[in-house]
Nanobody, 126 residues
Framework: QVQLVESGGGLVQAGGSLRLSCAAS????????MGWFRQTPGNERDFVAA????????DYADSVKGRFTISRDNAKNTVDLQMNSLKPEDMAVYYC???????????????????WGQGTQVIVSS
């Protein structure tokens, strides 16, 4: 079993940056593809970014391409999401998740991720 804990959320002005981190415990996540999703009230959880187990391939939602960067440190059992040029529409609860199947192409469907964190709130003021 893998436990995921997100951190780094908070309040930021539009145009600013935040770095989210996801720390895993229980077992190594170095063998899993990892993803970030986000959710706003009344809406489904949306794909943001994903990265392969090795870190060699990443994929992003069109809405965040060029602004967000996903990375991982398998030695530290962490996955980060660097968010730059934040917009009010980026405001959401952000979740990290682990895909045990190591799918390629990277999965953009939350249904294919087995483990989830509790989420961290990102608020972007305009």
């Amino acid at each position: 079993q893998v436990q995921l804990v997100e951190s780094g959320g908070g309040l930021v002005q539009a145009g600013g940056s935040l770095r989210l981190s996801c720390a895993a415990s229980g077992r190594t996540i170095s063998i899993y593809n990892m993803g970030w999703f986000r959710q706003t009230p009344g809406n489904e959880r949306d794909f943001v970014a994903a990265i392969t187990w090795s870190g060699g391939i990443a994929d992003y939602a069109d809405s965040v391409k060029g602004r967000f960067t996903i990375s991982r440190d398998n030695a530290k059992n962490t996955v980060d999401l660097q968010m730059n040029s934040l917009k009010p529409e980026d405001m959401a609860v952000y979740y990290c998740a682990a895909d045990r199947q190591r799918r390629l192409p990277l999965s953009k469907s939350g249904d294919q991720y087995s483990y989830w964190g509790q989420g961290t709130q990102v608020i972007v003021s305009s």
